[in-house]
């Protein structure tokens, strides 16, 4: 007679095999006290043949061929821990020394200006001492980040020096030397930027920058033109920055700025800026069909000689002649040109998507450094500013509203 209870089926053996409706496959269920795991299978032949192992390698070597306590507390199974040592001895077959690995990255460096070659040789100089003969595929992403948190040096230098390294290695994984970047990634970084004391934000007045544009030499105008009226960031992309790229008809700069955007999450790559009629006009006479607009030699001291000429420089940098002279230079903030072009574009247009757009950077960034800095009569000023091909500025005389 019928109990109501289902017929006593044959109990079945670990591992357990059975049917998957949600993958619709066979499932093998071989998890232990020490770990394990489940696995799928399309036929069911194939399931107990995998069952028939695991029972052939716990009758050998017990559960813990299955598992390790250790690890399944992390929720991790020994097949993890093998896929992962496997993976790094893979890395480290492909991989190469991290001083071989600078002097590859170093030797592509091309077009980039002496000036940040010389400072990226520097930076990497220091990076390589203490990890040189280290595979750059197996290096410890902690090892870099105590080894950056070790120095004794400010935020800001910190930072710098973290973006010169997650460039080797950005280089690195494009060369499959190395699986991954762990400088990338932004906040989610495993070697992350740290927070920079905020500084001011400083720029130049519309009545300074006329002045330096006039009084600046003719193969430095270009120059000066385009880092005060297009915003582009000097050695990054100016120094990059060919002919071909400005059409003065269709009133663009194309800019590449590609050198660092895989690793600041606050910057974009290439991208294209409109150009106003004043720094149309203004550049119109230095034009040329082809070629660097910036022109090789020592621009940096030129750069610097205009800068000096309009009372600008470094503190305590004065010669004999200007302390001679009660001349006390004002102190020239690094990005004052670009500071200068956002807060003027913004509080002509009021428009932060349209500067974060034309700036290659993100609208928080925007929002935090340019808003609410230039009044719009200040902005209306700037942009009206002229340099006639006599090399002097057309003076800023704003018409004043008929009464």
């Known amino acids: 007679m019928s109990?109501?209870?289902r017929s006593k089926e044959k109990k079945q053996e670990w591992p357990?095999?059975?049917w998957s409706e949600r993958e619709q496959q066979w499932k093998v269920d071989a998890r232990t006290k020490d770990g394990g795991s489940r696995r799928f299978f399309d036929t069911k032949a194939e399931a107990e043949t995998y069952a028939q192992q695991c029972r052939v390698q716990k009758e050998n070597n017990g559960t813990s061929a299955f598992g390790n306590a250790e690890l399944a507390a992390f929720g991790k199974t020994v097949h993890d821990a093998i896929a992962f040592y496997l993976a790094h001895l893979r890395r480290q077959q492909r991989s190469v020394p991290i001083k071989d690995a600078i002097a590859a990255f170093l030797g592509r460096m091309g077009t980039r200006s002496?000036?940040?070659?010389?400072d990226l040789r520097t930076r990497l100089g220091h990076f390589e001492t203490v990890f040189g003969d280290q595979q750059i595929g197996a290096v410890e992403p902690a090892a870099i980040a105590d080894w950056l948190d070790g120095m004794k040096v400010s935020p800001v230098t910190r930072n710098t020096i973290r973006r010169r390294v997650a460039s080797l290695f950005a280089f690195a994984k494009e060369k499959k030397w190395r699986?991954?970047?762990?400088?990338?990634?932004?906040?989610?970084?495993?070697?992350?930027?740290i927070d920079e004391p905020r500084k001011k934000v400083r720029i130049l007045t519309a009545e300074q920058v006329a002045a330096l544009i006039n009084i600046a030499k003719e193969e430095t105008v270009p120059f000066w033109l385009i880092a005060i009226f297009a915003g582009l960031r000097p050695e990054s992309e100016i120094f990059r920055l060919r002919w071909e790229h400005i059409d003065l008809e269709q009133k663009v700069i194309v800019v590449d700025g590609s050198e660092e955007s895989d690793i600041e999450e606050t910057k974009t790559g290439r991208r294209v800026v409109q150009m106003k009629d004043c720094l149309v006009a203004m550049l119109l006479p230095f034009g040329r069909p082809a070629g660097p607009v910036i022109p090789s030699g020592n621009v940096w001291k030129k750069l610097r000689v205009d800068k000096r000429r309009v009372g600008?420089?470094?503190?305590?940098?004065?010669?004999?002649?200007?302390?001679?002279a009660?001349?006390?230079l004002k102190s020239w903030v690094e990005d004052i040109t670009r500071h200068t072009f956002g807060s003027h574009l913004l509080a002509a247009c009021g428009d932060i998507g349209v500067v974060s757009t034309q700036m290659g950077n993100s609208p928080e960034m925007v929002r935090k450094h340019y808003l609410a800095l230039v009044k719009p009569a200040e902005a209306t000023k700037f942009?009206?500013?002229k340099r006639a091909t006599n090399g002097k500025v057309i003076p800023l005389v704003l018409k004043k509203k008929a009464a």
Do not use: L
């Open 326 to 328: 009660c001349v006390k």
């Open 179 to 193: 699986q991954d970047n762990p400088f990338a990634g932004g906040r989610k970084a495993e070697i992350k930027r």
């Open 114 to 118: 002496a000036r940040y070659t010389s």
């Open 16 to 18: 357990y095999i059975t």
């Open 312 to 324: 600008f420089g470094t503190p305590g940098s004065e010669t004999d002649e200007e302390k001679g």
């Open 383 to 385: 942009w009206a500013i």
């Open 3 to 5: 109990t109501g209870r």
